[in-house]
């Protein structure tokens, strides 16, 4: 919880520092929590003249490597996740490392 707090702390303080550099937000909000409120009842589509042009890099590439797995395997893996109250993907991760530990010791 704590940790949380610390980011939602420093999220507000990045955007305090944004604002006070004079990059208003379209919806003219002093909060995230504003801003949230603000687009749960606005559409962009009347604010397209408000906005500027951005640029920045996007890295795309993942982190994450794909395997198949058979329709089979896939629902009990499923079924001893959500068992453990584990994602399938975290699951299998730590089903690969054990593995990959006793292999290693061996």
């Known amino acids: 919880m704590v940790f949380l707090l610390q980011g939602l702390q420093r999220l507000q303080s990045n955007y305090d520092y944004n604002v006070r550099r004079h990059k208003r937000p379209v919806s003219e909000a002093a909060s995230y929590r504003e801003i ?23 890295d795309i590439e993942s982190e994450a490597t794909y395997y198949a797995i058979n329709k089979m395997l896939s629902d009990k893996i499923q079924s001893v996740a959500q068992k453990r109250g584990v994602t399938a993907d975290t699951l299998i991760n730590l089903w690969v490392q054990e593995k990959l530990q006793k292999l290693k010791a061996s």
Request: hydrophobic letters at 45%.
């Open 36 to 58: 949230g409120e603000f687009w749960d009842t606005h559409d962009l589509a009347g604010l397209w003249d408000k906005t500027k042009t951005a640029s920045f890099a996007v």
